[in-house]
């Protein structure tokens, strides 16, 4: 996979994402989705994405995987701003229907933002994870062949320059 299709599959996986979250939203705020669907549809959208950076990641050392990470806590904070977003479009809507704000009303929106909450806790784990997968990653390529090659010259080198003491040492 080249790098521009590494980052195209990213942009799309990354833009679907945001369409679930918008939608996600529109549905928990109509009442199509149940109480925590919008967490549920939300942290399985992050976890996709975090999926989808590792193979990408993968598949392609030349994509940068702190974007990735970055992607995602981004995700998390649009969670959350549509989360509110929604705790307050039911909110007015509740109170223009009923002109009397009842517990169960608070309750209502209270819910919908702490779900939005949640997403927006669970991406930086995520992320977390992505950078860590980068640094694996960082550190098997500093192991490669070239450092081999150093490694043995460092040897080399090292024998070499005790052969040199040893033989100096023995002229004195």
């Known amino acids: 996979m080249t790098v521009a299709a590494a ?9 679907l994402g945001v369409i679930s979250v918008v939608v996600a939203s529109l549905w928990r705020t ?3 989705l149940p109480q925590y669907g919008f967490t549920l549809l939300t ?25 990735a990470a970055e992607t995602l806590v981004a995700f998390g904070v649009l969670s959350l701003v549509v989360g509110l977003g929604s705790a307050i479009l039911l ?11 009842a517990i169960e009303d608070l309750s209502a929106v209270t819910t919908v ?3 939005g909450l949640f997403t927006a806790a669970v991406c930086p784990m ?7 997968r ?8 500093a192991g490669g062949p070239e ?11 090292t024998n070499q320059l005790k052969t040199v003491t040893t033989h100096l040492a023995a002229l004195v």
């Not at 909110?91 to 704000?101: D, G, H, L, N, Y």
């Open 7 to 15: 980052f195209r599959t990213w942009i799309v996986a990354s833009g």
């Open 30 to 32: 109509s009442g199509v």
């Open 43 to 67: 942290v399985a959208a992050a976890c996709t994405l975090t999926l989808v950076a590792f193979a990408v990641g993968r598949n392609t050392r030349q994509f940068n995987l702190t974007v």
């Open 91 to 101: 909110a007015v809507s509740r109170f223009q229907s009923t002109k009397v704000i």
């Open 113 to 115: 933002f702490i779900e």
């Open 126 to 132: 995520l992320a977390m994870l992505i950078r860590i």
């Open 134 to 141: 980068e640094a694996q990653l960082r550190i098997v390529e």
């Open 147 to 157: 450092m081999d090659a150093a490694a043995r010259a460092a040897d080399t080198l």
